[in-house]
């Protein structure tokens, strides 16, 4: 059973920065994709960043571009989230994802495991 862990969160002004933290347990992290998604209150879950296995391949949601960066490191079982430029609209539960199997990085249901969260709050 894969666990992810998430940590990092907090509260930060509009233009600072956070760089979020998703430890996972096992020993075959390496096998898996990662994403991270958000949650704003009363909107759907959507997606942010998404890394491939060897960590050679990202992808961004349009809205975070140029912003954000994910990172993997496999030797720590560990997969960050590098937030700068923060806006009042990144505000949300974050949520580390896990994907054991080949499938679409953008879609919440490609992801076989998840983490409980961690909420970010950029003030203006």
């Known amino acids: 059973q894969v666990q992810l862990v998430e940590s990092g969160g907090g509260l930060v002004q509009a233009g600072g920065s956070l760089r979020l933290s998703c430890a996972a347990s096992?020993?075959?992290?390496?096998?898996?994709?990662l994403a991270w998604f958000r949650q704003a209150p009363g909107k759907e879950r959507e997606f942010v960043a998404a890394i491939n296995r060897s960590g050679g391949t990202t992808y961004y949601a349009d809205s975070v571009k140029g912003r954000f960066t994910i990172s993997r490191d496999n030797a720590k079982n560990t997969v960050y989230l590098q937030m700068n430029s923060l806006k009042p609209e990144d505000t949300g539960v974050y949520y580390c994802?896990?994907?054991?199997?080949?499938?679409?990085?953008?879609?919440?249901?490609?992801?076989?495991?998840w983490g409980q969260g961690t909420q970010v709050t950029v003030s203006s």
């Open positions: 994802a896990a994907q054991a199997y080949s499938g679409s990085a953008y879609l919440r249901n490609s992801y076989d495991y």
């Open positions: 096992g020993r075959t992290f390496s096998s898996y994709s």
